[in-house]
């Protein structure tokens, strides 16, 4: 049984198109917000969604997304209230794929099968866990893409610095698609090698059929575009999440100005895509 994910790949590279991944942080600005953006993502291009899960330690990311899980920590938003957002989404949206992203303590705390049921049950379509290596995963992915209630992927992280053993068992254990960091150092970097990035994504597709996504340090439709020619898709969150950096999440207005500035970002990307 294919998952979300997997058919959304399928489908774009019958069209010749590449996927726009836009991140945001679950309960930020404020809970009451997500879902509303998730949907408005989508309308404005967005072919898998990734959700951060709030975590007050996040070491893949840097301080905009860092903020972002702080805020959304202070309005009160855990785990299961993210996994909640996602569930409310699927209310009206059962096509769009969802990605969480987080860190390993809260998963241990919940409990790795509790964890992935919750997910299951909820419509999440693909998990993403930082501080989870392959070879610390055990069947866990294989566990995630055999259940027959809703299948999902299990995704890992390529680096620069990825060494060959490890390279060679994200290929065998990945599915949905491969993340590619770009560069050295955590989300929101600035140093983009796009040279550097293309050879490193055509080494790991000539390896491998599973799409190759690349993220950290996607500013703007140029480097969207750049990026968007070698690999399948690009995914963008610093850029996005930076708009709530210092607005007053009590204060509507800023809310939906702030919203609508990310949504811009969301059209200069899609167009940029568009031009691959």
Known sequence: MKTRIETTFENLKAQNKKA??????????????TVDLMHKLVAHGADIIEVGLPFSDPMADGPV????????????????DAIEMVREFRKTNTATPVLVMGYLNPVEIIGYDAFSDLCADAGVDAILMV????KEAGDFPKKLTARTDNPMNQIFLLSPTTEAARRAKVIEDCSGFIYYVSLKGVTGSASLDVAA?????QKIKAETDIPVCVGFGIRDGASAKALGAVADGVIVGSELVKNFANIDASDEQAVAAAIDQLLAKMDELKSALAEV
């Open 20 to 33: 726009l991944i836009p991140y945001i942080m679950a309960g930020d600005p404020h809970p009451l917000v």
């Open 197 to 201: 990035v293309s050879e490193q994504v």
């Open 131 to 134: 501080d989870l290596p392959p």
């Open 65 to 80: 997304i860092a903020h972002a899980a702080e805020r959304a920590l202070a309005a009160g938003t855990s785990t299961r």
